[in-house]
């Protein structure tokens, strides 16, 4: 049963307390920008979302993403009125408490991690997306701030959803005219918003957002809406419902002092006694997900030249004959990241991401969010421009989200630098928990992904645009943590670590080294992140040198990994790029950049004085 009017009113002005007391009480926060959208939590969770308040994670129910996420105490306030969690809300921002400073998944209810803005309504389009694949009928509402809507990954979202028609998805928009230091771009002209969100193929109703009748009208008019998504553009002030907050400027982030002001402020709210119990209410199941195995069987020749971007797309389309919640999504590279094959395979697991990487990324959470397993794919240095959309995906601590990149290091060859993934492996090895994967032929490829469906959180793999011959038998494993020890002997006088690419030029070093009677032992760090120490800490006791050599920057790639783990064993030198690249065939720049077997041979005779 829904509230009456007056009721969702009164919740308002309850929540808009609990804002002021918590943030007091927390010395730090964001009461004001709570307040502007007490309304529109208000009627979104006491009206209009169906959801069961004992259930987070269950299915067949509408859920809310906080774009806006410095809006998190009114999030907790919210939840805890439903009775939906038991947390003490003065607990806000404490060490320990799930009721963080920004919503994470510590809370059970938070599904992805926000307060880099711009980035809910990506995940929330995931999400919408997700459940249409299953038969799910919850909706998916995202709360956003005016100010954030100058971030163009809103627009790419956008553009998304009404591409897609997802009309089970319905953003607000709180326009309070304000931002953090100063006013925001159109302040209170809604209608910019308005045209924005209708130019970009939505629906949308612009209503007075602290009108508790207007918003509820706006949400079941979005309810009625198919075939696009709707937008709310909600008029507001900030600090509502406190002379000396509303509409302030100089506000934002800033509490009130516990004491007379917060007595001041809240007395200024009137009565705010109100509770209400919410009943579960969720829609007809959907029907039952079949499950399914990952298991791939590589197919390959020993010495057949295949490029290891192809094996990523032929491993991913036999993946998702056996594996129902896998789904690929591509920025408009899908021919040459191979993910083309999934594509042929099963077309509407197939999410074409267009030319936005970063709701790519977005996306992908959120599909992870309702049980997929995505693999989004493009050339690993598009992939740099969602970095931040990869960091936060961690925060959200997704069950599945594989990313790869293709096209890894100078060995694409002619199209010059601009193509070129030169820091990726350091900017994935630099978030927390995130696998790293880098395969060397086919049959590591194929397994490769094998082990990515199966592993939980972000895994990148990197793959390279070159063919490579098949150095592996289809039988071989690889698993997380470990390497391959190509080469090997009792007498080797120094290590060379490798990977993709240049485990090849590697192989050809031990080659021309071992004519001259020199003995290497060669490895392949197939997995990058986790690293195989121990491996790597036995070569560097029982040889004199390591030499690490990478299609990657000296900064932050394989050979600082492998200098972390050997320090006090072993000298390591560490061969790589560290001059900017330009146009040139692969041969060539692999020669330029000091990273090809002549490259390698020479910096072990130079290791060992030779
Ligand atoms: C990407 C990003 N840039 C900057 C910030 C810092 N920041 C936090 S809130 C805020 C202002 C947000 O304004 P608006 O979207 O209008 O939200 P309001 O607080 O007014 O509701 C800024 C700049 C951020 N969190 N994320």
């Not at 979202?157 to 607000?172: E, T």
């Not at 007395?267 to 791939?296: C, F, K, N």
């Not at 032992?521 to 195989?532: A, F, G, Q, T």
Request: net charge neutral; aromatic share 6%.
């Amino acid at each position: 049963m829904s509230a009456d009017l007056a009721t969702l009113a009164r919740m308002a002005q309850k929540l808009r307390r609990h804002s002021l007391e918590t943030t007091a009480e927390a010395g730090s926060g964001h009461p004001t920008s709570c307040m502007s959208c007490a309304e529109i939590v208000s009627v979104l969770f006491f009206d209009e979302m169906r959801f069961d308040p004992k259930d987070p994670s269950g299915r067949d129910q509408d859920v809310f993403v906080l774009s806006k996420g410095h809006a998190a105490p009114i999030l907790w306030a919210a939840l805890k009125e439903a009775g939906a969690i038991d947390d003490d809300l003065m607990s806000l921002r404490r060490l320990g408490s799930p009721l963080e400073g920004h919503p994470t998944p510590t809370c059970p209810w938070v599904r992805v991690a926000t307060g880099s803005l711009g980035q809910g309504v990506s995940a929330a389009a995931g999400m919408a997306l997700g459940r249409r694949l299953d038969g799910s009928r919850g909706r998916v509402y995202a709360l956003l701030g005016d100010g954030e809507a100058a971030e163009g990954a809103v627009w790419e979202a956008a553009q998304f959803a009404s591409f897609n028609r997802l009309d089970n998805l319905c953003a607000v928009l709180d326009a309070n005219r304000l931002g953090q230091s100063g006013p925001t771009m159109y302040q209170h002209d809604t209608a910019v918003y308005a045209d924005r969100f209708r130019a970009f193929g939505w629906d949308v109703a612009v209503v007075d957002g602290h009108d508790v009748a207007a918003l509820r009208a706006a949400f079941a008019k979005a309810r009625a809406t198919s075939g696009r998504p709707f937008a709310v553009v909600a008029r507001t002030l900030k600090g509502k419902g406190v002379s000396f907050l509303e509409n302030k400027e100089g506000w934002h982030g800033k509490t009130v002092k516990k004491g007379e002001e917060l007595a001041k402020a809240v007395g200024e709210l009137g009565d705010t006694g109100v509770t209400l119990s919410l009943e579960a209410r969720r829609y007809e199941p959907a029907p039952a997900r079949p499950g399914g195995e990952p298991v791939l069987d590589p197919d390959y020749r020993l010495g057949q030249e295949v490029a290891t971007r192809e094996a990523y797309g032929t491993a991913l389309a036999k993946l998702a004959r056996v594996c129902p919640d896998v789904v690929a999504l591509d920025g408009d590279t899908k021919n040459s990241t191979f993910s083309e094959r999934l594509k042929e395979a099963a077309p509407e697991r197939f999410v074409e991401g267009y030319i936005a990487e970063q709701n790519m990324i977005g996306v992908a959470l959120g599909l992870s969010t309702e049980g997929k397993i995505p693999f989004a794919s493009t050339f690993a240095c598009f992939l740099t421009r969602a970095y931040d959309f990869i960091r936060m995906a961690s925060y959200s601590r997704p069950s599945h989200l594989v990313l790869c990149g293709s096209h890894a290091g100078v060995s694409i060859g002619e199209d010059g630098p601009s193509q070129m993934a030169l820091e990726d492996l350091a900017m994935m090895r630099a978030i927390a928990g995130a696998t790293v994967l880098y395969p060397s032929d086919a049959v590591s490829g194929e397994r490769l992904v094998e082990q990515a469906a199966r592993t939980a959180g972000i895994v990148y793999i990197r793959t390279s645009r070159p063919k490579t011959k098949v150095l592996y038998a289809n039988e071989e494993y690889f698993p997380l943590g470990q390497s391959k020890t190509l080469r090997a002997s009792a007498g080797d006088r120094a290590t060379i670590v490798a990977a993709g690419v240049t485990v090849h030029e590697a192989l050809a070093a031990h080659e021309a080294l071992a004519k001259q009677g020199l003995a290497v032992r060669v490895i392949d760090l197939y997995s990058v992140k986790p690293i195989d120490a121990e491996t790597l800490r036995k070569a560097a006791s029982d040889t004199k040198a390591i030499v690490t050599v990478e299609d990657h920057s000296v900064c932050g790639g394989i050979g600082e990994a492998v200098a972390a783990v050997v320090a006090g064993f072993a000298p390591v030198t560490t061969l790589g790029i560290r001059e900017m690249p330009r146009s040139g065939t692969p041969r060539e720049l692999l020669a330029a950049h000091g990273i090809d077997a002549a490259a390698i041979a020479a910096a072990v005779r130079r290791a060992l004085g030779r």
